[in-house]
């Protein structure tokens, strides 16, 4: 029957695309209600640390769904799902006031003097859309009692280079506000090299495909040295993700990499765990 109705893969029986749709579909109704119980999510904050010093630098907020039957799902499962529905919206705004609640407590667990750590927030390209966003960030900074310079915004190169004119006019807007912009994954996406210097952003993030290969090759060293280079030149800061050993991160310190973060240094932890680098109680081996 499948076949007389011109078929294959895609006729309207097929049973796997059939239960793709159905798990998709009880996905989005389970995130739904995960969003306004908020019980099963929750956000783990991976440590960045600065690489000359190996010191502590700030953390990377990422967003956890323990669901009752399923386990861990990954973000990388349930964001997509998020966003195609406009979830994420929602779901951002939560992990972006969370991410604010915890780093004004840890900030005021830090010893006098010491300069501050910031807090990394990724952002979809929902949210970027959605024109309360910059009314939003101001709002969560103000009743959490945030600064500003605290704060920084990790965005995708898609997200930022669809509509580049109108995405210029809203990171300035947001850096008007004193909070720090970042690109994530960069070099994965297609950032226009005439647009990247006239972005107001303050950081690169160096995607972790670039530096898991840099022991393979001289071009793949070549690849991040350039990124490096790049950044330099227009004047944002480096910082490089996926770290797992001790010759990444020297082979980064060579290339003076301003950040890192990665498996190396820290996973991602959960609040209690990261909560105990604040305060000094734990670390990792400086070289
Ligand atoms: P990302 O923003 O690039 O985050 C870094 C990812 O790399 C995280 O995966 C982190 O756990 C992982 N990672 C860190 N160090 C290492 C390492 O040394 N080795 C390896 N193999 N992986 C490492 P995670 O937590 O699964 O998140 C995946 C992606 O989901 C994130 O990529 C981000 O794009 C998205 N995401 C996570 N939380 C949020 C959120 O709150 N909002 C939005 N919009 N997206 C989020
Ligand atoms: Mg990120
Ligand atoms: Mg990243
Ligand atoms: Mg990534």
């Not at 690169?204 to 070549?222: G, I, P, T």
């Amino acid at each position: 029957r499948a076949r007389e109705l011109g078929g294959g893969r895609q006729s309207w029986f097929d049973p796997a695309m059939h239960a793709h749709v159905v798990e998709r579909v009880r996905m989005e109704h389970d995130l739904r209600g995960a969003l306004s119980g908020k019980t099963d999510l929750w956000v783990a904050y991976q440590p960045i640390v600065e690489m000359v010093t190996s010191g502590l630098a700030g953390f990377e907020a990422l967003v956890r769904w323990n669901h009752p039957e399923r386990g861990n799902i990954p973000p990388g499962v349930f964001i997509p799902i998020a966003e195609s529905t406009g979830l994420v919206v929602t779901l951002g705004t939560w992990v972006l006031r969370e991410a604010c609640r915890q780093i004004a407590i840890w900030q005021d667990q830090r010893e006098p003097g010491s300069a501050p750590l910031f807090m990394s927030v990724n952002l979809s390209t929902r949210q970027l859309a959605d024109p309360n966003f910059v009314e939003v960030v101001r709002e969560v900074l103000r009743e959490t009692g945030v600064e500003p310079s605290w704060l920084k915004l990790e965005l995708t190169e898609s997200a930022v280079m669809d509509k580049a004119e109108q995405s210029i006019r809203l990171l300035q807007e947001l850096r008007a506000l004193g909070v720090k912009l970042s690109i994530d994954d960069f070099g994965t996406g297609y950032s226009s090299l005439s647009y990247l210097h006239k972005l107001p952003i303050d950081s690169l993030k160096v995607d972790r495909s670039f530096v898991s290969a840099m022991h393979q090759s001289e071009e793949n060293r070549a690849i991040v040295r350039i990124i490096m280079d790049l950044a330099r030149l227009l004047g944002f800061d480096v910082i490089a993700e996926g770290i797992e050993t001790s010759a990444d991160a020297n082979l980064l310190r060579a290339l003076a990499c301003d950040y890192g973060q990665g498996y190396h240094f820290a996973r991602p932890l959960p609040p209690e765990e990261a909560g105990k680098l604040v305060g000094g109680l734990l670390s990792w081996q400086t070289p």
